[in-house]
């Protein structure tokens, strides 16, 4: 059974064998000091966030960019409800996030309703699994265990832990040593009949999808890519997947639009990691037969594939590669749609502010200056699409973005946790004021970890992705929008470096004095949204 020790202990043993790096959270008084406490011990520290989806998103981010399970931490009631949106996240965007949350004791219950409600059948819509460790004599420590193997095991996703102060206090064996899940092979026939599909295609292109971020896939993939010399798409979560720069780099796959001309001309489309929550609710348009490549059997919504590869994908990508013939595509072809592509998503320049693409090309450019390689956060919103366009990203986690869920207020807390992941590079948040009303108070933490983070805020006082849909409805004045917020002044107020610019002089000087910071700095610029409804009908059709 092992030596015994508490239970919060056993809890952060196994994190620590799992590769937990940090723990997230805002705690309660039932169980939570208990954990940071034994955290601590074993090397995690506690991260204290300002609210409890922000710390859900940074073990999310966390996870993402480690393939290493994240951890959070909250109260129970109003910190498991807060954390709702932040599971949510980590549920469609495939992130494996351990969420411990105080519970109750059956002899609480036996007299008090006082914050109580079912906290997993709030969360079950958005977990892989549930455990209860509020009982004493539970094995608490397995219960760990088990539910990281879950939250590992493909599709990766979140999990909860309700964990009491007794059993966090009382007696409990060490927990066993955490194993990562490995995929099992694919299977020989579908790999033969994928192999003789491949030999048989002249225009085959290939999308990548989040599962393909990992190194190994993501080495394997672009091998595969450079033998059938054929254009690759990545989805926005596997963005860097196929360097931006690649000759056969040939735009970003969402299921729209934009990328339908050099998709309509394919005789065969490899999905390698593409899960189908990554693709907008638009029907399959797409004529030419699919082998999907992923770690697991998930539904396809959109096509049903010809053939599945499911289990370790290096091998069989490799498998894919060898013999493989060379496609009739050529480089010119692909440099032509890609070019297309870029154009038809391309920002006006701004009359009354800044141009959203040029806020993308001046921060490409402020990082030339200042010798600085960061990660991107993306938050949703009309900003998203010349984020995502125009950031060349080099390597897989270059860029992060919430695409399953989309939700608002991703940037900033996903900014954090990539910059304590990586202090030297660093990270920068592009947010929508919108965006960052939702998370403001993640700022105050940026400033009090001191981390290496330059948020930038196209700032328009507007939901502008709603307004475009909003047609000839004659809505409430306000209804989305509000008076114009100075984010440099809130960031100035908190202790960080805050700026503000209008124009397009300013925003390259605010941006490179940003950059050039070791500490956090905000750039709230005045972007002019009235391109976004061409570049998104552009996209989405």
């Not at 951890?71 to 549920?91: H, I, K, Y």
């Not at 770690?295 to 060898?322: D, K, N, V």
């Amino acid at each position: 059974m092992g030596e015994e020790i508490n239970g919060a202990a056993a809890i952060a043993t196994a994190l620590h064998t799992a590769g937990v790096a940090r723990l997230y959270g805002v705690p309660g008084g039932g169980s939570s000091l208990d954990v940071i406490e034994a955290a601590r011990a074993r090397g995690i520290p506690f991260i204290l966030t300002r609210q409890e989806t922000a710390a859900l998103i940074m073990a999310a981010t966390e996870a993402e960019l480690s393939h290493r399970p994240g951890a959070a931490l909250v109260t129970r009631g109003p910190g498991v409800g807060n954390a709702a949106n932040g599971m949510a996240q980590a549920s469609l965007d495939r992130a494996p996030v351990l969420l411990i949350a105080d519970g109750f004791q059956a002899a609480e219950r036996a007299f008090a309703n006082h914050q109580y409600f079912d906290h997993a059948a709030l969360l079950a819509p958005v977990s892989k699994a549930a455990a209860r460790a509020t009982e004493p004599g539970c094995a608490v420590g397995a219960m760990t265990g088990t539910l990281l193997d879950t939250a590992m095991a493909a599709p990766r996703g979140p999990v909860l832990l309700e964990l009491s102060g007794g059993v966090a206090r009382g007696a409990a064996a060490t927990p066993p040593a955490f194993t990562l899940p490995t995929p099992p092979p694919v299977d020989d026939m579908a790999l033969a009949g994928a192999r003789r599909l491949l030999a048989a295609a002249q225009r085959p292109v290939v999308i990548a999808g989040l599962e393909a971020t990992e190194a190994a896939t993501a080495a394997a993939l672009r091998a595969l890519l450079d033998r059938l010399g054929c254009p690759g798409l990545v989805t926005y979560k596997a963005k860097g997947v196929i360097a931006d720069p690649h000759p056969l780099f040939a735009g970003v796959f969402t299921g729209g639009a934009a990328e339908a001309d050099i998709l309509a001309e394919a005789d065969l489309i490899l999905l390698v990691g593409a899960d189908p929550v990554e693709f907008i609710p638009q029907p399959w348009r797409y004529p030419a037969p699919v082998i999907d490549c992923g770690t697991a059997p998930r539904p396809l919504h959109y096509r049903t594939p010809e053939i599945g590869l499911y289990g370790a994908l290096p091998p069989a990508l490799a498998a894919l590669a060898e013999g493989a013939p060379r496609s009739a595509w050529t480089d010119t072809a692909i440099a032509a749609h890609r070019t297309a592509w870029l154009a038809a998503l391309s920002n006006a320049a701004g009359n009354r502010g800044v141009s959203p693409q040029d806020v993308v090309a001046l921060t490409q450019e402020a990082c030339r200056l200042t010798g600085r390689d960061p990660r991107v956060t993306v938050d949703a919103g009309a900003h998203m699409f010349p984020a995502t366009t125009f950031w060349q990203a080099h390597r897989p986690g270059d860029l992060l973005i919430s695409n399953g869920l989309a939700t608002m207020g991703f940037a900033l807390p996903a900014g954090i946790a990539a910059a304590l992941h990586d202090p030297v590079r660093g990270a920068i948040a592009f947010t929508g004021d919108g965006g960052l009303l939702m998370a403001l108070g993640e700022l105050a933490t940026a400033v009090a970890l001191g981390v290496k983070l330059t948020v930038v805020v196209f700032n328009d006082a507007t939901l502008s992705l709603i307004d475009i849909k909003k047609g000839g409805r004659d809505l409430p004045e306000a209804a989305l929008g509000w008076p114009e917020a100075d984010f440099a002044a809130t960031m100035q107020a908190l202790g960080g470096l805050g700026l503000r610019a209008t124009d397009t002089a300013g925003a390259r000087a605010a941006l490179a004095k940003a950059l050039a910071s070791e500490g956090p700095a905000l750039v709230d610029i005045r972007v002019d949204p009235g391109s976004y409804p061409a570049q998104i009908k552009a996209l989405r059709g």
